[in-house]
Structures are given as structure tokens and as C-alpha cells.
């Protein structure tokens, strides 16, 4: 069996990122090339134990200083509280809030991990942990990570292509304006060209004053 999916089969699936990795799944990869494998905190000793007999090596603690440790627990909001700001919605890693701009958000309990990740950004601090069993959301967890992962990244193409298509339409409006400029430019700098070879010819072949001159392009003027 692959061992990136024996390393990740034994992590908690909580996708907190305090091992310094985005999720369960990253952390696995960065194991199997050689990484540390005591920085699951929310697994604990029976996490490392395991991760130990999969790599034949001999840990004896899990490095603490990656946070304490995650209960089985959900994450509730006090809708009373809730001013629908959604950066809860921005830092949950499984997609397990729901809600729009200024209206209540939700919390998904069959999809909550219990990472904690929404509570430090919670700017009323609404969002409290309660226990429960959450052995079925985490085992689920990494499916609805990569989901939310590809939700986000589709998100944010397509914000930055909306970004694109403004600025290339606004380089366009400029790009048009400077060329609506210069013909117009043109055509004045055109005419001048055009009354100054006239009033040329007037001078070389009419020996008109500059009275009669004014006159007779005045006339010419009218009739166009």
C-alpha cells in the first residue's frame, strides 16, 4: 500500500493545520519524504504509536508545542450574536458553515471536525465548542477538505479572471480614447495643413491681401 495513505489513514482527519501543513493529507506527504511524524497534537500518543510502527522508528512524545490537544467536538454559533460577517465561513477548512454576508451563519454538525480554526476569527466571539462525536465528520473530513479546497481555488480564478476582464476592459476604454484623441488630432492637424497650402497658393498665384484671402476660404468653408 502506498505509504502517504497508511500515514493519512492514522491521522485524526481534524484538518486543524498545527503541524504546520495545510491538512491531514499534506502532512502525510511531508512525513513519508522524511519529515517529523510528532507534530499531530489532536492524535496524541495513539496517533504517534501508530505512525511509529508504520515507520519503524521510536518516538517517545508528541511535540506539544504544535498546541494542545482537540477534543470530540463541534463548533455552534449564537445566532443572537452572529452579525454574518463570514470570516468563520473563509477559515473553516471542511466547508462546515453556512450563511451569507450580514445574515446568520450555521454550523454544519455532520461536517464539523472540531479544529477550532473559526473561533480566533470570530470579531464578536459567538462561536463556542461544545462535546460530541465527531467520528464520522472527521473520517469524512479530507474528502470535504479537497472539495473546499477546489471550491476555493474556482472561487478565486474566477475572481481574479472578473479582475482581468475589468482592467482589460478599462486599458481598452483608455487605449480607444487615446486613438478617438489622436485622430481627431489628425483630422485638426489635417486641416491646418490643408488652410496653410491654400492660402500658399493664394499668395503664390492670386496675390490676393490677407482681407480677401480670409474671405474667399470663408466662402469655401460655407460651401462644404
Not at 522508528?57 to 511535540?63: A, C, E, L, R
Request: net charge negative.
Amino acid at each position: 500500500m502506498d505509504l502517504i495513505k497508511l500515514i493519512h489513514d492514522e491521522l485524526p482527519q481534524i484538518q486543524c493545520g498545527r503541524c504546520d501543513t495545510p491538512g491531514c493529507y499534506q502532512y502525510a506527504e511531508q512525513i513519508a519524504n522524511g519529515g517529523t511524524h510528532d507534530r499531530c497534537v489532536p492524535g496524541g500518543s495513539k496517533t504517534l504509536d501508530k505512525l511509529n510502527q508504520i515507520l519503524v522508528k521510536n518516538i517517545t512524545s508528541v511535540d506539544m508545542n504544535y498546541g494542545p490537544s482537540i477534543p470530540s467536538q463541534v463548533a455552534i454559533i449564537d445566532e443572537s450574536e452572529c452579525i454574518g460577517c463570514k470570516k468563520c465561513i473563509t477559515a473553516c477548512p471542511v466547508d462546515a458553515i453556512s450563511g451569507s454576508v450580514n445574515l446568520m451563519h450555521n454550523i454544519i454538525g455532520d461536517l464539523c471536525t472540531g479544529c477550532e480554526l473559526c473561533i480566533e476569527p470570530c470579531p464578536v466571539d459567538c462561536i463556542d465548542l461544545i462535546e460530541s462525536d465527531v467520528t464520522e465528520s472527521r473520517v469524512n473530513s479530507q474528502i470535504n477538505y479537497d472539495i473546499t479546497l477546489g471550491l476555493r481555488f474556482n472561487e478565486s480564478k474566477k475572481k481574479r479572471m472578473d479582475e482581468a476582464n475589468k482592467f482589460n476592459k478599462d486599458i481598452g476604454l483608455i487605449i480607444n480614447t487615446k486613438l478617438e484623441n489622436r485622430n481627431s488630432d489628425h483630422e485638426n492637424n489635417l486641416k491646418d495643413l490643408q488652410l496653410k497650402i491654400l492660402k500658399d497658393q493664394l499668395d503664390n498665384f492670386h496675390k490676393l491681401d490677407e482681407e480677401e484671402k480670409n474671405t474667399f476660404i470663408k466662402n469655401l468653408n460655407q460651401k462644404d
